[in-house]
């Protein structure tokens, strides 16, 4: 078991009753596919640390790898990424959801120098799946932004 579980274990179930919180706020309706996202994330965070506690009884070494888990760290890559999110939220504000997505997709993609063929692919792939599962089959209204609130 290495050290650095305890943590990712601790942050996954803070982050997940965070958002039962607020899931259990929306209407009945609406709350099956995200109770069902937190139940599966829930699910497996329990088995991952009750797999990780397995192998500390079997083994009874601790790893110490908090040091090595950010030997590759790159902090343009991750706070440019960062300033994105931050912008895809004014963007779903101000200009709704799918257009904001694109544009959040294809400038991070582009900062990150994935190559154009799949910048196209991705988005359009990620709209039509947006679409076809939260539009079309969820029937969830996403935001379409204030410049085109009517």
């Known amino acids: ?12 179930y803070a982050v ?3 958002f039962l919180k607020f ?3 929306l209407p009945e309706e609406a709350q099956a596919y995200p109770l069902f996202l937190i139940v599966m994330l829930l699910g497996l ?5 009750a797999l990780q506690l397995i192998k500390y009884a079997r083994t009874k070494t601790l790893i110490n ?19 994105a999110c931050i912008t895809f939220l004014a963007l779903i504000y101000w200009v709704g959801y799918f257009i904001g997505a694109a544009i959040f997709l294809i ?5 990150l120098r994935v190559k154009p063929l799949f910048i196209v692919l991705a988005t359009i792939v990620m709209m ?9 089959f969820l029937k969830v209204p996403l935001p379409v932004g204030e410049l085109f609130a009517a």
């Open 1 to 12: 078991m290495k050290k650095s579980d305890i943590g990712l274990v601790l942050f996954l």
């Open 16 to 18: 997940s009753f965070f």
């Open 23 to 25: 899931t259990l706020d």
């Open 45 to 49: 965070t329990t088995l991952y640390i």
């Open 65 to 83: 790898d908090l040091k090595d888990s950010f030997s590759g760290f790159k902090p343009v890559q991750f706070f440019g990424v960062l300033a």
């Open 107 to 111: 400038g991070t993609m582009l900062f």
């Open 128 to 136: 039509l799946l947006v679409y076809i599962v939260f539009s079309w």
